[in-house]
């Protein structure tokens, strides 16, 4: 193997193994700030000794029995406390630290529960949504701050302060590295959910830039809710935002034209989904729907997807389901967006004007001022009624909106095609 793909395996098997590293660290020193430092500590030593004596049949092991090993180092320079002192030496044991490390017993049976305290402390509501995605990427995704900064089109050191004052905040506000319990864990796991599933979202309809679709981020999301329905398997909203991530990933490959255009839902080609997606997505509703509990927003959405996903064409899709679902869903998460989207639903039983008539009542609502996707809804019922110079006018200010240059293409064709002669 030459020493480029050396290097490549390395960055590969880092990007695997390094949220279990920085879980299994941060238990140990309890700041997650030097956790990462000494697991970029032992990838720099990988990349200087792999190359020579080769990858380890342990890669993950290797690695962290090299961060605990650097970890002493820094105890005994003195940068890290007397009690984190005590803490790893507790941890590892005063033969280990003079002794060959133990590769087999360096990636212990506590590793489950480290990596879900690290989910938590990652998306810690004391920090803002824009700095819990970040870390989130950071620690749990294995992205680099460059890899973070193109995904998102923020300048990298934006995104780099982002980090370093996330971890500051945590370190200074003494946030425990543990599974919060009972009120306090729901809240904690809801912001969690949060978080993985802006992430996908901003890979599956990209908010800005030149590309509608960006999968890496929608694939990072995926990874990590499935990571998360391992650790937590008796929460049926962790299930329920897994179902509707895979559901939606199913229709990536019909989602865009030849050129990169967007194609909306209704317009796709469905034989390009994809049906392992789809039926890894009906599982996943269903070990919600075992578990009992009463569904959520997150089951309620995947719901809705499944509706799509079982029709064979746009029009057996049954939307008569899809408006009680959407009703169900206003009545525990109720929002403004809902309701946009309720209303689509609602045209599809009831015809366009009924759905017109709730976007109209949305229309003073401060929160969807600036929010592209209402002029559009708006300018499809105007459309559907034959009140072509006001829909061009919506669908005008619609790509007015947008940030994303694929859907201002097509919001510009859609106003074009309701002007005389379009």
């Not at 002493?72 to 002794?99: C, F, N, T, V, Y």
């Not at 509990?293 to 499944?306: H, M």
């Not at 509706?307 to 939307?319: I, Q």
Request: hydrophobic fraction near 45%; charge should be negative; aromatic fraction near 4%.
């Amino acid at each position: 193997m030459s020493p480029a793909d050396t290097h490549a395996a390395i960055n590969a098997i880092y990007r695997i193994e390094s949220a279990k590293l920085i879980a299994g660290l941060t238990r140990m020193v309890r700041d997650v700030g030097i956790a990462e430092e000494l697991a970029q500590d032992a990838l720099v030593v990988a990349l200087e000794r792999w190359p020579g004596t080769g990858v380890p049949d342990n890669p993950g092991a290797w690695l962290m029995a090299t961060a605990k090993h650097r970890a002493i180092d820094r105890l005994r320079r003195g940068r890290l406390s007397e009690e984190k002192h005590e803490e790893i030496g507790h941890e590892m044991g005063a033969r280990q630290q003079m002794a060959t490390p133990d590769l087999d017993s360096a990636i212990d049976e506590d590793m489950g529960d480290d990596m879900l305290r690290l989910v938590f402390i990652s998306c810690h509501p004391i920090l803002s949504t824009e700095a819990r995605v970040a870390l989130t990427l950071r620690l749990l995704g294995g992205l680099t701050t460059a890899e973070i900064a193109r995904a998102f089109l923020v300048p990298e050191p934006t995104i780099a302060q982002r980090i370093v004052r996330a971890k500051r905040t945590l370190t200074e506000a003494r946030v425990p590295f543990e599974v919060p319990r009972g009120e306090e864990r729901d809240a904690r796991l809801s912001s969690v959910l949060q978080v993985i599933y802006l992430i996908f979202n901003e890979g599956y309809s990209a908010t800005a830039g030149d590309d509608w679709l960006r999968p890496e981020l929608c694939e990072d999301a995926l990874r990590l809710g499935r990571i998360l329905a391992e650790l937590v398997p008796q929460e049926p909203e962790v299930h329920g935002l897994v179902a509707l991530m895979e559901i939606q990933a199913s229709r990536f490959g019909a989602r865009t034209g030849p050129s990169g255009e967007p194609i909306l839902l209704l317009d796709q080609d469905r034989g390009r989904w994809d049906q392992l997606l789809i039926h890894r997505g009906l599982a996943a509703l269903d070990r919600a729907a075992a578990l009992g509990a009463s569904r959520g927003p997150y089951l309620l959405q995947a719901s809705v997807a499944a509706c799509h996903a079982r029709a064979r064409t746009a029009g057996e899709t049954d939307w008569a389901r899809i408006v009680s679902l959407y009703d169900a869903l206003a009545g525990i998460a109720p929002s403004p967006i809902v309701e946009l989207n309720r209303s689509v639903a609602v045209s599809m039983v009831a015809g366009p004007a009924a759905g017109l008539e709730i976007v109209d009542a949305l229309a003073s609502e401060p929160s969807l001022k600036s929010y592209h996707l209402l002029p559009s809804v708006r300018g499809d019922l105007l459309k559907k009624l034959g009140r072509l110079e006001e829909a061009r006018a919506e669908f005008d200010r619609a790509a007015s909106l947008t940030r994303n240059a694929r859907e201002r293409e097509l919001l510009l064709e859609r106003a074009a095609a309701c002007s005389p002669g379009g």
